[in-house]
């Protein structure tokens, strides 16, 4: 089988509506399409009826082993009846059963049994259609767990079809939903998003019913876990309407938990909070318990996650004695396991010990020795209730946080033995997803035990685990995913630095092993932190050599540790070297932070100067000889975290800006590079541009000159000027014609939230995930790929110390190979002179008394000779002018 790719539960244990939601709607079709003809006797017939209600039963509550048990034997009563169709449903449950289980084998086996039982059923009967569409429905959603979106996608399109041939709205519906999932992970958000839009149109024209909250409960779930969190919380408020016209409180708890979900990830802790309590309340007037337990306990994780100490002893109290009582299943084991986390937490009177482990790795044996043997007894308590279920992923995930808090009280032998017995349960049924976590933490237990350098085998594995997890870390609903800056960076970051200790007193070449990893490591670190802006997994990512790319550049990668800034270089022809600076992480973006506001024109250059020193001694001075030596002549940054806001241009080394002895390149990643050069015969030029205000964006007067300008220089332009300037003319203009470049002189912002990342047009938005869908065309229907995209208004969003990921991000996903942009919106202006001596430059010679032999300029250098001309003019020589120009990917 190949490896799956199984989602991460929450720890808070909630239920998987949408899962539960498809049972549900296969359930109703089964009973509204009963055994064609009835068996002579009625009494026999209703028995495997009977058997497969109490298999779902078991099911809802989360005993998955035990449903396994009960729908074996409804099928098996189904075959003695020679009822095909009962069988075929009673497999199909069987499947989903042994999905939760990761029992991939026996699922598959089972939906093929399934099928396999109706194969001679006519197929034109309405019954035979109902239960193909389910069966479709069931292989598309063990397909999308085995990482085949592809695959799934098909399948879920054939299950729209059938259902429609039926019909049957509601399977229609949750299959459709299905396919939007499906295309989010492949990246094909255009697609994704029109079917998400006729589903609520389609809802839009119902009455408010059960029926409807529960579709648009789905719908809700699914925007939120795209990110799309105005969606989720509007369709939700919809959602929660229809639930209390049917006035069902189990419904509308289930949905105020949602609701206060989507609040909860807007960072509205105090919104989130009121939402669970009414949840409480709702909860209570129904016969479901572990509804009510799961709205207390994510009340109780903003109660700590806010600072309300005693209101959340006084909830944490509530919480032991209902949960003891509740039957054994897989959420009431993850319950217990939330229950443990969060009293930890409140021992230590510490918010940020839920989600992160670098603050838990400091905590003592004294700090929370309190009531140790509780919480001890609480989890233990929920890996015997696992294995009594033979619920080998609930079992790995209590011992998993059984090592966890060992490893937290200074206990590593115990916390490396239950460790390791989690690792081998998540590993046995290739449960990847939780199975890096515990990678992770025996690679955390072996370095509190002295062991550093056994520590780099776990760590090492733990990266290529979620590695292998790309699509999925993305694809997770919110419910059941960790935050990324808290449980997937760390992992890069640790083992980066494991690495660069380890090269301390190492031989040569072991050494060299050493940094190639870090520098493999933080690409790959790169790339997840892209994955995680768009909310899928669709970069391309081939490992380039910059020797082979540009033997006369330089890649510097640097990471920003907590306790140092490190930096890796790699000069073609010599080995890797690193250097570190001892600083905290603090201090880098104190020092930044003070950059940017002094970069201002109204501030002391002195201080700038100052700042801008600072930074190039610790990024650039130590490899200052190497460069020289070397004859290199272009810089190529690989930043990291808030040094992707740093303007490099404008790093001073005492006597000179770096701009004036370097061209200057910024780069996500080589692996993600496109190395190919500007091809400038007979360049074509789309431009488009705003001078007058609009949407609020104040006017940028000089952009018609720019515009103008660049179109003197090359051989064809096409301008789309103010109200020409429509997101409709540039995808007809792109679409119609070869253009191997695109200059946008617009308003714009970087952020690094995707939805908060656009580019203004006169009467739209561009979002960052339009763009794929804007140029696709280009990349599937035009032999030329945009080869420079110029965005020369744009801006990074302020106080975002992550907005430099949202250049990154538009880089990378309007498909161009380069794409020259600036940090902060500047003087319109002076920009219209750099950009026109850009392209004066690019389609010329290089260098001065340059012949028609020499090699033309590259993109980084023409950049550099703009920056040059602004900086040798008097009123525009401030780095305020120049300094925010950067150039992204392919710098040739």
């Known amino acids: 089988m190949p490896k799956p790719r199984d989602f991460r539960w929450i720890v808070a244990a909630f239920l998987s509506f949408t899962l539960s939601m498809t049972l549900h709607a296969a359930w109703v079709a089964h009973r509204a399409f009963p055994a064609d003809p009835p068996p002579a006797n009625a009494i026999a017939e209703n028995q495997p009826q009977t058997t497969l209600t109490a298999g779902k039963k078991e099911y809802d509550a989360g005993r998955f082993a035990a449903a396994v048990r009960v729908w074996e034997r409804a099928a098996a009563e189904f075959s003695t009846q020679n009822n095909p169709l009962g069988e075929a449903q009673a497999l199909n449950f069987l499947s989903l059963a042994y999905q939760r289980l990761g029992e991939y084998e026996k699922a598959s086996a089972a939906i093929a049994a399934s099928q396999n039982a109706i194969a001679t059923y006519p197929p034109e009967q309405p019954q035979?259609?109902?239960?193909?569409?389910?069966?479709?429905?069931?292989?598309?959603?063990?397909?999308?767990?085995?990482?085949?979106?592809?695959?799934?996608?098909?399948?879920?399109?054939?299950?729209?079809?059938?259902?429609?041939?039926?019909?049957?709205?509601?399977?229609?519906?949750?299959?459709?939903?299905?396919?939007?999932?499906?295309?989010?992970?492949?990246?094909?958000?255009?697609?994704?998003?029109?079917?998400?839009?006729?589903?609520?149109?389609?809802?839009?024209?119902?009455?408010?019913?059960?029926?409807?909250?529960?579709?648009?409960?789905?719908?809700?779930?699914?925007?939120?876990?795209?990110?799309?969190?105005?969606?989720?919380?509007?369709?939700?408020?919809?959602?929660l309407e229809a639930a209390n016209r049917g006035r069902s409180p189990q419904q509308i708890s289930a949905i105020l938990l949602s609701l206060g979900n989507t609040l909860q990830a807007k960072k509205q802790p105090e919104s989130a909070l009121n939402l669970y309590r009414q949840a409480v309340a709702a909860a209570s007037q129904t016969r479901d318990p572990m509804l009510q337990l799961q709205a207390q306990l994510n009340q109780l994780h903003i109660l700590l996650e806010i600072g309300q100490w005693e209101s959340a002893e006084s909830l944490a109290a509530q919480i032991p004695e209902p949960l003891s009582i509740l039957p054994p299943s897989r959420p009431t084991v993850y319950a217990q396991v939330n229950l443990a986390r969060a009293a930890i937490c409140l021992q230590q009177k510490n918010p940020a010990c839920l989600t992160s482990e670098e603050l838990l790795q400091e905590t003592s044996q004294?700090?929370?020795?309190?009531?140790?043997?509780?919480?001890?007894?609480?989890?233990?308590?929920?890996?015997?209730?696992?294995?009594?279920?033979?619920?080998?992923?609930?079992?790995?995930?209590?011992?998993?946080?059984?090592?966890?808090?060992?490893?937290?009280?200074?206990?590593?032998?115990?916390?490396?033995?239950?460790?390791?017995?989690?690792?081998?349960?998540?590993?046995?049924?290739?449960?990847?997803?939780?199975?890096?976590?515990?990678?992770?933490?025996?690679?955390?237990?072996?370095?509190?035990?002295?062991?550093?350098?056994?520590?780099?085998?776990?760590?090492?594995?733990?990266?290529?685990?979620?590695?292998?997890?790309?699509?999925?870390?993305?694809?997770?609903?919110?419910?059941?995913?960790?935050?990324?800056?808290e449980t997937v960076e760390p992992v890069y970051r640790q083992l980066v630095a494991l690495l660069l200790d380890s090269t301390q007193g190492a031989s040569v070449q072991l050494k060299q092993q050493y940094l190639t990893q870090a520098r493999q490591t933080l690409e790959s670190l790169q790339l997840a932190e892209l994955d995680n802006f768009f909310k899928d997994a669709c970069l391309d990512a081939q490992p380039q050599q910059i020797?082979?790319?540009?033997?006369?550049?330089?890649?510097?990668?640097?990471?920003?540790?907590?306790?140092?800034?490190?930096?890796?270089?790699?000069?073609?022809?010599?080995?890797?070297?690193?250097?570190?600076?001892?600083?905290?992480?603090?201090?880098?973006?104190?020092?930044?932070?003070?950059?940017?506001?002094?970069?201002?024109?109204?501030?002391?250059?002195?201080?700038?100067?100052?700042?801008?020193?600072?930074?190039?001694?610790?990024?650039?001075?130590?490899?200052?000889?190497?460069?020289?030596?070397?004859?290199?002549?272009?810089?190529?940054?690989?930043?990291?975290?808030?040094?992707?806001?740093?303007?490099?241009a404008a790093l001073y080394d005492g006597e000179s800006y770096l701009i004036e002895k370097y061209s200057l390149a910024l780069t996500p990643g080589l692996q993600l590079l496109a190395p190919q050069p500007l091809q400038r015969e007979q360049i074509q030029v789309l431009s488009g541009?705003?001078?007058?205000?609009?949407?609020?964006?104040?006017?940028?007067?000089?952009?018609?000159?720019?515009?103008?300008?660049?179109?003197?220089?090359?051989?064809?332009?096409?301008?789309?000027?103010?109200?020409?300037?429509?997101?409709?003319?540039?995808?007809?203009q792109i679409d119609r014609v070869d253009f191997p470049v695109i200059h946008l002189a617009t308003h714009g912002q970087f952020s690094s939230n995707s939805e908060q990342t656009f580019i203004l047009t006169w009467d739209d938005k561009i979002q960052v995930t339009e763009f794929e869908a804007l140029l696709q065309t280009r990349q599937d229907g035009f032999s030329t790929p945009i080869a420079l995209l110029v965005l020369s208004a744009c801006q990074t969003a302020?106080?975002?110390?992550?907005?430099?990921?949202?250049?990154?991000?538009?880089?990378?996903?309007?498909?161009?190979?380069?794409?020259?942009?600036?940090?902060?919106?500047?003087?319109?202006?002076?920009?219209?002179?750099?950009?026109?001596?850009?392209?004066?430059?690019?389609?010329?010679?290089?260098?001065?008394?340059?012949?028609?032999?020499?090699?033309?300029?590259?993109?980084?250098?023409?950049?550099?000779?703009?920056?040059?001309?602004?900086?040798?003019?008097?009123?525009?020589?401030?780095?305020?002018?120049?300094?925010?120009?950067?150039?992204?990917?392919?710098?040739?």
Request: glycine share 6%; charged share 20%; net charge neutral.
């Open 128 to 239: 035979s259609q109902i239960i193909r569409a389910q069966q479709l429905n069931t292989a598309g959603r063990l397909q999308f767990f085995l990482g085949h979106t592809e695959n799934a996608l098909d399948l879920w399109q054939q299950a729209t079809q059938m259902y429609r041939n039926v019909p049957d709205e509601w399977g229609t519906l949750l299959s459709q939903i299905n396919q939007a999932r499906a295309m989010q992970v492949l990246g094909l958000h255009a697609k994704a998003t029109k079917t998400l839009l006729e589903i609520e149109q389609t809802l839009d024209k119902q009455p408010d019913t059960s029926l409807k909250a529960a579709r648009l409960l789905t719908l809700g779930n699914l925007r939120r876990q795209v990110g799309a969190l105005e969606d989720s919380e509007r369709i939700l408020q919809q959602a």
């Open 547 to 648: 020797d082979e790319i540009d033997p006369t550049a330089a890649v510097f990668y640097s990471v920003i540790l907590p306790d140092r800034l490190a930096v890796i270089l790699s000069i073609p022809g010599d080995n890797l070297r690193h250097y570190e600076t001892p600083i905290t992480q603090r201090q880098v973006e104190t020092t930044l932070a003070q950059l940017q506001q002094f970069l201002s024109p109204a501030f002391s250059n002195k201080r700038r100067l100052q700042l801008s020193q600072q930074l190039y001694d610790w990024l650039i001075r130590p490899a200052q000889a190497s460069l020289a030596n070397r004859e290199i002549q272009t810089l190529v940054f690989v930043l990291d975290g808030v040094l992707r806001n740093l303007p490099v």
């Open 689 to 732: 541009g705003l001078t007058d205000a609009r949407q609020g964006f104040d006017p940028l007067p000089a952009v018609e000159l720019e515009l103008q300008q660049i179109a003197t220089q090359v051989s064809e332009a096409q301008v789309l000027l103010n109200g020409d300037f429509t997101e409709s003319n540039l995808a007809s």
């Open 366 to 485: 004294q700090e929370i020795i309190g009531d140790t043997e509780t919480i001890i007894s609480i989890l233990e308590r929920g890996v015997e209730a696992a294995r009594k279920l033979d619920d080998r992923r609930s079992q790995s995930y209590a011992l998993g946080n059984l090592g966890r808090l060992y490893e937290k009280i200074g206990q590593q032998s115990a916390a490396q033995k239950h460790t390791e017995a989690a690792l081998n349960l998540a590993q046995g049924i290739q449960a990847s997803d939780i199975a890096y976590q515990w990678q992770w933490q025996l690679g955390r237990v072996r370095v509190k035990k002295g062991d550093k350098t056994g520590a780099i085998a776990p760590y090492t594995q733990a990266v290529r685990t979620l590695q292998s997890l790309r699509s999925d870390l993305v694809a997770i609903e919110p419910e059941v995913q960790f935050s990324f800056r």
């Open 798 to 892: 302020t106080g975002d110390k992550q907005a430099g990921l949202g250049l990154a991000g538009v880089a990378v996903r309007s498909g161009a190979r380069s794409t020259l942009a600036t940090l902060w919106s500047v003087n319109d202006a002076s920009t219209a002179t750099l950009v026109t001596e850009f392209y004066r430059n690019l389609l010329r010679d290089a260098g001065p008394g340059a012949t028609d032999t020499s090699p033309p300029m590259t993109k980084a250098q023409a950049l550099r000779q703009g920056q040059l001309a602004l900086l040798n003019e008097d009123k525009y020589s401030h780095p305020f002018y120049w300094a925010p120009f950067v150039l992204v990917g392919n710098w040739l």
